[in-house]
Each structure stands twice: as structure tokens, then as C-alpha cells.
């Protein structure tokens, strides 16, 4: 059932990190690969490693804020693989920022690579599966902020909030067509993005103490539930949020 043999996945914001942690788990399941992200040595890189592991890999610049790189990519991957069956919106940042000293410019630019680039990737990924008629798999990254009140993230967890929302949205529009459509909500896991909270010895501690695994999460812990979302083992499993925290959130 988790057999990915014949699949191409893309992935967003898959050359480091969580996504080139998904993308790992779905090149060992058989997948071959799509990098969409806009650092070009890093997609390099990542393509080299995800080669090894013997899936067949394109990696493209693109800004997932742009509608115009959405569609370049969307058209270059499927001039490679001529079909997508596996889409993870993963693309994303966070900046911490005071809420009442924050500009309109700063919310909007985060807004439009979070929300608006998961709006343009899913819309774009799924006009093509609709064509195909024969379902797909479309995974959007969130994250625990938005269970919890981020006084210095408010922007970052109201993008991921939205992200959420508009993911139930879209399975129920999408059933029909047998794509579903899920969210993954990580909890603290180790990334470049994750470095300044990781040495913050106060918060690590506070994180460590909250975590019953007692240890931070890795990108390999995403390996298995990227996995499972792409498969047909979670065929009628849509709507849905997944938590992947070690029991922060609960505890």
C-alpha cells in the first residue's frame, strides 16, 4: 500500500529542511521527485542527494508567491514526468515580529509565500489532476501555532490558520474527483529555521521539558506520514489535520 513506484511528487521548499525530509521518505518509497523552491545550489544539492536514493529528480527555481513560477514549474515538471499524482505544499517562512509594530508590507509578504503559494500550488497541481481523472494527493504543511498563541509569530500562525481552512475547503470540493487533500502540523523540529529557538537554552529547555520523547523532532520524523498521504494506503483519508509533535501539544 505504500508502494510509490510510478508516482511523481512535487514538493515545495524541498531542498532543505522538513521538505527535503518528506521529499527522503517519498524517493524511498519509489516516488521520483519535483523541487520547487528558489534557492538554485541548495535544489542542487538536493537533487543530488535525492538521486542517490534512486528516485529520478527535477529541481526548479521557483517563488511559490508568484503565479507566473507556479505555472513555469508546474509546465517544466510536467514536460519531464507528464503527470503529477502527489503534491506537498511545503513552501514557507516565519520572522518573528511584535504584531502592534508590524507593517502591512511584512504581513502581506509573509502571506504571500505561506497562504497565497499554497492557494497557487494546490489550484495549479489539482487543475492537472482533475484532467488525469485518477485522484491525487495533495498535503499542505502547517504548524502548531496554530493551536497555541504566538505573540511574535501572529502573521506566521494567521497564514497557517488560513492554511488549515482552506485545506478542508478543498477536499470537500476535490472528493469528488477522488484528490484528497490533508494537513500536516509539525511540532519543534530541527531546521536551519529552527537554529536561534534550538540555542535559546531557556526555551530549549522549556521545549524539552514539554516534549514527552524529551528530544526535538527531526526531518525524518516526517518521512513516514509524507509516506502515508502520498500512498493509496490513505485513500479515503481527507480533511484532515495530522499532528507530528511528540505529544508537545497534548501535554
Same mark, same amino acid.
Given at each position: 500500500m505504500f508502494d510509490l513506484s510510478g508516482r511523481v511528487a512535487v514538493v515545495t521548499g524541498g531542498n532543505g529542511g522538513i521538505g527535503l525530509g518528506m521529499a527522503r521518505g517519498l524517493a524511498k518509497a519509489g516516488a521520483d521527485l519535483a523541487i520547487w523552491a528558489r534557492n538554485e545550489s541548495k535544489n542542487a544539492e538536493a537533487q543530488r542527494e535525492l538521486e542517490a536514493l534512486g528516485a529520478s529528480v527535477i529541481a526548479l527555481r521557483c517563488d511559490v508567491s508568484s503565479e507566473q513560477d507556479i505555472a513555469g514549474a508546474m509546465s517544466a515538471t510536467l514536460e519531464r514526468f507528464g503527470h503529477v499524482e502527489v503534491c506537498i505544499a511545503n513552501a514557507g517562512y516565519g520572522a518573528a515580529a511584535d504584531p502592534m509594530k508590524l507593517s502591512l508590507e511584512r504581513w502581506r509578504e509573509l502571506m504571500s509565500v505561506n497562504l497565497e503559494g499554497t492557494f497557487l500550488t494546490f489550484r495549479e497541481v489539482a487543475r492537472h489532476m482533475m484532467d488525469r481523472e485518477q485522484g491525487g494527493k495533495l498535503i499542505a504543511i502547517s504548524s502548531i501555532s496554530v493551536?497555541? *498563541?504566538?505573540?511574535?509569530?501572529? &502573521?506566521?500562525?494567521?497564514?497557517?490558520? *488560513?492554511? $488549515?481552512?482552506? /485545506?478542508?475547503?478543498?477536499?470537500?470540493?476535490?472528493?469528488? &474527483?477522488?484528490?484528497? /487533500?490533508?494537513?500536516? $502540523?509539525? *511540532?519543534?523540529? +530541527?531546521?536551519?529555521?529552527? +537554529? *536561534?529557538?534550538? $540555542? &535559546?537554552e531557556a526555551l530549549n529547555q522549556a521545549i524539552l521539558r514539554r516534549t514527552p520523547f524529551r528530544r526535538w523532532g527531526t526531518p525524518e520524523d516526517l518521512e513516514g506520514i509524507a509516506v502515508y498521504l502520498a500512498s493509496s494506503a490513505s485513500d479515503f483519508h481527507t480533511g484532515d489535520t495530522i499532528r507530528i509533535d511528540g505529544g508537545y501539544s497534548v501535554f
Open positions: 493551536l497555541f *498563541g504566538a505573540p511574535l509569530q501572529a &502573521h506566521y500562525a494567521a497564514s497557517k490558520g *488560513g492554511m $488549515e481552512a482552506f /485545506v478542508r475547503s478543498m477536499a470537500i470540493r476535490l472528493g469528488r &474527483h477522488g484528490i484528497c /487533500v490533508n494537513a500536516i $502540523e509539525p *511540532g519543534w523540529i +530541527t531546521t536551519d529555521a529552527t +537554529t *536561534g529557538a534550538l $540555542e &535559546h
